[in-house]
């Protein structure tokens, strides 16, 4: 079954919003960036990560396109998706979705030819490492070589760019600023 069938007929989460029809966006980067989950007003009604209704950024699409811009790429460069495929408003329920989808999700990154995974937040973050965080900043901008199904990869968490978060723009500089120096390492 394909991945698109898999989460429309899920229902682990209940009857919740998702995005199905296009739930990875497909780039040229050297690396996936993965969220927490869909924005309701986003993705589900543009059919594009990060873009509204009106095809206009969303403001962590802003946040996000500018850190992109340091290392030569933009938003609709990226290889994206979401760690949950559902709408999730009750952050509570982060931590279970993010494992309901897991195995999705784990597909999906079998489809890429990334080897260097980001991931935008604590949720998406436990969900890759496979374990609970006690304290997200002593992870995050950190290079962590990981095996992921059999996989080596590279995770770099940042935090979330949110237009709303202090650290989505400013600390973040000093991450991506290193991943520039990585991905011209990884390329030569």
């Known amino acids: 079954m394909k991945i698109e ?3 429309k007929n899920c229902s682990l989460c209940g009857q919740l919003p998702k995005i199905y029809e296009t739930p990875i966006q497909l780039g040229t980067s050297p690396f996936i960036i993965i ?3 869909p924005a309701k007003d986003g993705w589900i009604i543009s059919k594009k990560a990060f873009y ?14 500018k850190l992109l ?3 030569g790429y ?10 949950c495929k559902c709408v999730i408003e009750n952050r509570k329920l982060l931590a279970q979705c993010s494992k309901n989808c897991m195995p999705i999700l784990k597909q999906q990154l079998k489809s890429v030819p990334c080897e260097i995974i980001i991931t935008m937040g604590l949720h998406p973050t436990q969900a890759i490492l496979q374990t609970k965080i006690k304290k997200f900043a002593d992870v995050v901008g950190k290079i962590l070589n990981i095996n992921f ?3 080596s990869c590279v995770l770099i968490p940042i935090y979330h760019p949110s237009p709303l978060n202090p650290k989505g723009y400013k600390d973040n500089l000093p ?12 390329q030569n």
């Open 149 to 151: 199904e059999g996989k």
């Open 74 to 83: 933009s938003i609709n460069d990226i290889y994206f998706t979401e760690c």
């Open 52 to 65: 509204n209704s009106k095809q206009q950024l969303q403001g962590t699409g802003r946040v996000l396109n």
């Open 175 to 186: 991450i991506f600023e290193n991943l520039k120096k990585l991905i011209e390492l990884k």
């Open 69 to 71: 811009n340091i290392i």
């Open 35 to 37: 969220g927490e989950s």
């Open 5 to 7: 069938e898999q989460i």
